[in-house]
């Protein structure tokens, strides 16, 4: 093998007992500007006398949880905005893709199969009631049909329904039913002269959607979705 021609390394400073100590000395404000610290130190315990209560490791102790409850609640946070941040770049996503619809058919297409994809979903519909005859103004491929009547029975007075834990419903989903197992129900209304509508997205994680969530992105959606079709069929308000 061939001779080593590196610098030898420098061994490493250690330091001592003495040195924290006069670091400390000098930075007394140290531990209040790094307080998550103080849950990695052992105080000293202190013998005040016979009947007499130490507060210094309750009050240590108090501060530890405190620490963690904090660092805890900022991994919370982080977390729940990097999922909002997440869902608001899909909904942008999938708005571009509505607009870039060629014709009303494939609008329509892009609707009840494209958006699955985009929201990282498993079922996306289009969902119409009936009017007791033809269906106007709706292409009836990939179109969910169902009684009149059946849209306000699952919304109620709410514009989006939020549903966790469930078995998806056949007359909603069809043939993908079996998938869901949490959804989001959000009323479309596009014009007077077009029967009630309602998105439906389906998922099989069972607490994708469920109650407490924000909704504003995915009525934001549907606001979108009402706007586009009126444009293709050049429907009133």
């Not at 930075?27 to 500007?33: G, K, N």
């Not at 069809?174 to 007077?192: D, K, N, Q, T």
Request: hydrophobic content about 40%; overall charge negative; charged content about 25%.
């Amino acid at each position: 093998m061939g001779r080593e021609t590196g610098h030898p390394q420098r061994p490493t400073p250690t330091l001592s007992p003495e040195d924290v100590c006069a670091y400390l000395r000098n930075h007394p404000d140290f531990l209040a500007q790094n307080a998550d610290l103080v849950h990695h130190l052992t105080p000293p315990s202190q013998d005040r006398g016979r009947g007499v209560v130490d507060l210094q490791s309750f009050m240590l102790e108090r501060l530890r949880g405190e620490v963690r409850r904090l660092k805890a609640e900022q991994r919370e946070l982080i977390g729940t905005s990097r999922a909002n941040l997440n869902s608001q770049n899909r909904i942008h996503a999938a708005v571009l893709f509505l607009l870039d619809a060629q014709s009303f058919e494939h609008l329509i297409q892009t609707i009840t199969t494209d958006l699955a994809v985009l929201l990282d979903l498993d079922v996306a519909c289009l969902v119409v009631e009936s009017n007791g005859g033809d269906i106007p103004h709706v292409h009836t491929s990939g179109v969910r049909v169902v009684e009149p009547g059946a849209i306000a029975e699952r919304l109620g007075r709410a514009d989006v329904v939020l549903n966790r834990d469930i078995q998806g419903d056949p007359e909603i989903y069809g043939p993908g039913a079996g998938l869901v197992r949490s959804e989001a129900l959000i009323r479309i209304h596009v014009s007077s002269e077009t029967p009630e509508g309602m998105l439906a997205f389906g998922s099989r994680e069972p607490d994708t959607f469920h109650t407490g969530q924000g909704t504003e992105l995915v009525g934001f959606l549907a606001r979108v979705v009402e706007r586009i079709i009126r444009g293709w069929l050049e429907l009133p308000a």
